[in-house]
């Protein structure tokens, strides 16, 4: 087997288990009437690949899909209709971010700010998260301060 046959082989092996572990939390999501397709599965983890991909970024294990989809499956604002849509946006909105802030928070700040922004001030705006919301918090955390720790960017003062 060459190089190129074993990292197929592995990346689909990876891809596998990236809708395996999805395809679980579909017992927790159908609570608030959200399920995934097998179709719309495969479909996240095919632009997982490609929003890495584009964000240059390389990801070992699961990845971010599991914890967005349980971060966000019971926001008032994501509903059947737009969920797999909602979902696969966040992942991208996430990958850019992660970039964006040099990667000086974790997945679950990232994630945990990304919800609160959305629940709250971006009222379910995928744009408005992406370009207000997440752009003034990666400035701020280029720019070396440390608002951002803790409750994401308030001042403890």
């Known amino acids: ?15 596998k288990n990236q809708i395996d572990a999805i395809r679980k939390t579909n017992q927790y999501t159908q609570q608030f009437g959200l399920v995934l397709s097998e179709t ?3 479909l ?3 632009e997982r690949r490609e929003s890495l991909k584009e964000q240059q970024r390389v990801e070992f294990g699961r990845g971010v899909l599991e914890k967005l989809i349980y971060a966000f499956c019971d926001s ?3 509903w059947q209709e737009n969920y797999a849509d909602t979902i696969m946006r966040l992942q991208d909105i996430f990958y ?11 997945d679950d700040e990232l994630i945990g700010f990304m919800r609160e922004a959305f629940d709250k001030e971006c009222q379910g ?3 408005y998260l992406e370009d207000s919301c997440l752009e003034s918090f990666a ?10 720790m803790g409750r994401h960017g308030e001042d403890d003062e």
């Open 1 to 15: 087997m060459n190089i190129l046959e074993e990292n197929n082989w592995m990346q689909l092996l990876s891809e």
């Open 40 to 42: 719309e599965m495969e």
């Open 44 to 46: 996240l983890v095919r």
């Open 76 to 78: 008032s604002y994501i």
């Open 96 to 106: 850019l971010y992660k970039n964006e802030s040099m990667d000086e928070l974790t």
């Open 125 to 127: 705006s995928l744009e």
């Open 139 to 148: 400035r701020k955390i280029r720019s070396g301060t440390h608002q951002f």
